[in-house]
């Protein structure tokens, strides 16, 4: 079992669309959340980091369960800009290192 | 430019040839952690340093490579012999730690060709 599972999608959804983006770890000690974005052939770039309480910036709406061991990431009013792959990421602290999901793709035509 | 930078961007080599890369972090990072990224994966956590020590190498990192802080820096990330199934995305990422934070910063990485 991967210790970051994430749908991979691809999600096609239509410019205005609401979507979700749900992801598992395994690692119960799993210490801190992020979601990156990736675009095409270049770096992952943080996103948002996650906090239990849920946290919210802009169109963009984190939660994390650590009882389930559940991360999702909601986008709201989607832009053909925000196109691109999702990553689900967690640091393990006792490895100290951040451990990568395969990411999902996202795709928002018009 | 106060971001990560990686050169070079792109490297293009022959199988058995030895390859070097290099990442500056963001200057007052402490933390400077190696990733390799194959198609339709996310990045794989290679190896760490805390200002100069390096402090962990993951079971991917072969013989082959070897990976230097020496100033607590840049760094650089050495393949010897390489192999086509080194044909992957490097990327450097750096973080700065000891404020409770854990987020990494990613340079836009070097895309490694092995023929």
């Known amino acids: 079992r991967k210790e970051v599972e994430q749908d991979p999608g691809p999600f096609n959804v239509p410019e205005g669309a609401t979507v979700a983006f749900n992801c598992t770890y395994s690692n119960s000690a799993s210490q801190s959340f992020f979601w990156y974005r990736q675009d095409c052939r270049k770096e992952p770039k943080l996103l948002m980091s996650v906090y239990s309480s849920g946290n919210e910036d802009g169109r963009f709406t984190a939660q994390l369960n650590r009882a389930s061991q559940y991360i999702s990431l909601l986008i709201r009013d989607s832009k053909l800009s925000d196109s691109a792959t999702y990553l689900c990421?967690?640091?393990?602290?006792?490895?100290?290192?951040?451990?990568f999901g395969a990411g999902t793709r996202l795709a928002v035509h018009p | 430019d106060t971001g990560v930078s990686q050169d070079p961007r792109h490297k293009i080599t022959k199988r058995g040839q030895n390859v070097t890369f290099r990442c500056d972090p963001i200057s007052e990072h402490n933390r400077l952690y190696w990733y390799r990224q194959t198609l339709g994966q996310g990045p794989e956590f290679l190896t760490y340093f805390q200002n100069e020590a390096q402090l962990e190498k993951s079971r991917l990192l072969s013989d082959r490579f070897s990976a230097e802080r020496p100033k607590g820096s840049f760094s650089t990330l050495e393949i010897q012999r390489t192999e086509q199934g080194d044909s992957a995305m490097y990327l450097c990422a750096s973080s700065l730690q000891g404020q409770g934070s854990y987020e990494q910063y990613f340079g836009p990485g070097t895309r490694l060709t092995v023929t």
């Open positions: 990421v967690v640091f393990s602290g006792g490895y100290n290192k951040l451990i």
